[in-house]
């Protein structure tokens, strides 16, 4: 029900001389430095809150554009703004509102809107046309509740001042009977420890005196204070980084306290914020958090956020939504090298010319963003699940859990049930060892946190991953990385210098992928990514054929593999074998389950003939 704009037109304010954009939801402006990002947002804040910034009134003689010298009419500054309108508001008001606003010498000279309804033009094209919004109109009310919030690049102290001081405004607003309530309590507990003092003045100045809070508490609230739990650590003391991520919940905040203010039939609040350079003082890890925090808060409590940036964190988000969606825009903001310093608001296409070595960097922050959200996916999935304080395996998809759920309670049946294998859709190594380092740095907090494992195939990149995490000491504490083992019908193949990757699907047997083979469930493989260069060289010279190097026992290991189909259907069929059968098709799997199994439950390992004994932190079993 809230109103967002579609459209922004400047003209003659700042370093602007004519400027047109056309924001999303969450509107990203690019730019170098002086380029007149900011003004944009302080455009936008002398349009709905009358000042060029936060504390700064409009100053016209420095505020309008030098380059503006007009023959006979005055010298103005002009402000439009198209406006969506909520759907049940657009039968009476049209489809959206322009608003225009304009400031001479002399102030604000001229403030009027109309409503725009979009109709169905000859040979079906679209024309505009103009509707006058009845006195009645419960639109005038929404568009006075448009409530905007510029948050500056320097966020000191005395911003933060006045960020805390505006808190007592809601909540008076909020909670007016309740906290005059409180403030009334507080006042008599003053008054009953300062007694003796008010008695004094009575009896020597003869006339009754009492203490009372000021009416207003704004004062008392810019001293208020967020502590951190447990070592109470004052806000102020913080590092600005940290500072900094309190801004948005803190606006955030005030807007669904005051929306829930609204009564019955009332016009709904509008907020819509205008944020300079929110990636100051963060580092990365904490810019994607803010990045994502802003897209969430869009249509949930928050209308539309403008934000100026020069972090490729932010002007990257553009790029995340899907094809054909217009929520997130990006606009390059630059100066023109001409006479009249003009600025110009495109897309992207031309912002790595205009933004050097910063916009080379885009792509590989693409990387880490990714990274960085994965990472933070994981921590938030292992903190819900060590709340169960159950023993976990990672692995790398949905068959390898079916196989593995299998294997535990096969060969080890009186522990399978104390343990979870868990994975997602898409897994994969990262997801691996992105859970088992969330859960390392858990167990760092909570020594009584149970201990986790990590399954991966045999593959190259698995490896890597694989001795990358267990070569680290502090890692395998809490945390350690197993892989798949070698079954021996695949030997032979490796022997023969075939170089096919040890997935899951290379457990099972050769009748396992007859029976796939059979269900369409394998394709051809490309060959020459699996054997020698010599031997492709001398199979494409004619000079052998790949039959001549292969044996029947094992020639479909090389010649075939599993489409990705195939392969949940094939772990279903083998995990539904009954237990005999299974530990006759896959002996080679206890050895690994076990082991598995031992680092899980370290307070049973044995010494030959003796008691449970405790191993060290870290040590192999």
């Known amino acids: 029900m809230s109103l967002h704009i579609t459209k922004i037109d400047v003209r003659n304010f700042r370093s602007v001389r004519n400027l047109s954009l056309s924001p999303g939801k969450l509107a990203v402006l690019v730019g170098q430095n002086d380029s007149g990002k900011s003004n944009v947002l302080r455009a936008l804040n002398l349009f709905f809150n009358g000042r060029t910034m936060p504390t700064d009134d409009l100053d016209f003689e420095i505020d309008h554009n030098v380059f503006n010298k007009p023959n006979r009419r005055a010298k103005e500054i ?49 024309n505009i046309e103009t509707v006058e919004i009845p006195k009645q109109s419960n639109a005038h009310a929404l568009l006075r509740n448009v409530n905007f919030v510029y948050v500056p690049a320097i966020k000191d102290l005395e911003y933060f001042s006045e960020l805390r001081a505006s808190i007592y405004d809601i909540i008076a607003e909020v909670a007016d009977r309740e906290f005059r309530n409180s403030s009334q309590d507080f006042e008599q507990s003053i008054s009953h420890q300062l007694q003796d003092l008010t008695n ?27 502590l951190s739990e447990g070592q109470n650590i004052s806000l102020d003391a913080r590092g600005d980084g940290i500072k900094a991520r309190h801004i948005p919940l803190i606006l955030k905040f005030m807007a669904d306290k005051k929306r829930s203010l609204q009564v019955r039939g009332a016009q709904p609040h509008t907020f819509i914020w205008g944020y300079e350079e929110p990636e100051n003082n963060l580092e990365l890890s904490s810019c994607v958090e803010l990045a994502d925090q802003f897209w969430g808060f869009i249509d949930h409590g928050v209308s539309q956020i403008f934000l100026t940036t020069h972090s490729p964190v932010f002007y990257n988000l553009h790029r995340k939504q899907d094809e054909g969606e217009s929520r997130i825009s990006c606009h390059h903001i630059f100066r023109e090298a001409d006479e009249e310093g003009t600025k110009q608001a495109t897309e992207l296409g031309d912002l790595d010319d205009r933004m050097g070595a910063t916009a080379l960097f885009a792509p590989m922050v693409m990387e880490l963003e990714d990274r960085v959200r994965r990472q933070e996916q994981a921590r938030a999935e292992v903190e819900r699940l060590t709340q169960a304080n159950r023993r976990k395996i990672f692995v790398e998809g949905d068959s390898d859990k079916l196989i593995i759920d299998k294997a535990l309670r096969v060969f080890a049946a009186e522990r399978a049930a104390e343990i979870d294998v868990a994975t997602k859709v898409g897994a994969g190594i990262n997801y691996v060892i992105d859970m088992l380092q969330s859960w390392r740095s858990q167990a760092k907090h909570h020594q009584e946190l149970p201990r986790a494992a990590g399954l991966l195939d045999l593959d190259p990149e698995a490896k890597t991953a694989l001795k990358n995490w267990n070569d680290v000491p502090e890692n395998i504490k809490s945390a350690k990385c197993f892989k798949l083992p070698t079954p021996p019908h695949l030997i032979p193949v490796l022997q023969a210098g075939f170089r096919v990757p040890v997935v899951l699907e290379c457990l099972y047997d050769k009748e396992a992928w007859a029976w ?25 010279n004619a000079e052998t054929t790949l039959d001549e190097h292969l044996h029947d026992d094992w020639a479909i290991f090389v010649k075939k593999e599993f489409q990705q189909l195939g392969k949940a259907p094939m772990a279903r069929h083998f995990a539904h074998k ?37 191993p060290e932190d870290g040590a192999e079993q």
Do not use: C
């Open 578 to 614: 009954s237990d005999h059968d299974f530990r006759a098709r896959m002996p080679f799997m206890e050895p690994l389950i076990t082991e598995i199994v031992a680092y899980l439950f370290p307070e049973e390992v044995q010494e030959p003939g003796g008691e449970p004994i405790q």
């Open 516 to 540: 796939a083979d059979g269900r369409g469930h394998l394709r051809a493989r490309n060959v020459p990514g699996v054997i020698s260069n010599e031997l492709n060289n001398q199979i494409v």
């Open 200 to 226: 004094h003045i009575t009896v020597s100045l003869g006339f009754r005196s009492r203490l009372a809070l000021p009416k207003d508490l704004s004062h008392i609230f810019e001293s208020l204070d967020f």
């Open 78 to 126: 002009s402000i439009k703004l198209e406006i969506e309108l909520p759907e049940s508001y657009r039968a009476t008001n049209g489809d959206f509102v322009v608003w225009e606003r304009r400031w001479r010498s002399e102030g604000l000279v001229f403030d009027e809107y109309s409503g725009r309804r979009r109709v169905a033009g000859p040979r079906g094209g679209a």
